[in-house]
């Protein structure tokens, strides 16, 4: 597990899937500090650690990231701890549009593709 905070490769996320799920890395956005977490095997992993580094629970988003698929499949919006409807979010994606944007493109500010 850690947090990216810098650019990382395509190649070092396929690394990361490799050793993991074969072909996934699962990820924590922090929308709010714009930062990422990832590689481990929950989500909730990431996220306990992001939480100790400071972050806010409303502000985490789960995802999966597909290093070796092009476009709108590079990003899956599929986690338990999406679910929240206190935040009107009722399913493990995401369903406001403008955080899934938001969430793109904080990982594209992150992932060298």
Known sequence: MKIIEKKITTRELNEMAKNMFGNLVKAVVDVGKEILAIDAELHADLEALLLEKGSKQN???????????????????????????????????????????????????????
Do not use: T
């Open 59 to 113: 502000d985490l988003w789960g995802i999966n990231i597909y290093p070796e698929l092009p476009g709108d499949d590079f990003v899956e919006f599929d986690s338990m701890i999406n679910l929240r409807p206190s935040q009107e979010n009722r399913s493990r994606g995401v369903e406001n549009p403008d955080l899934r944007k938001k969430i793109i493109e904080i990982v594209n500010k992150f992932v060298a593709k």
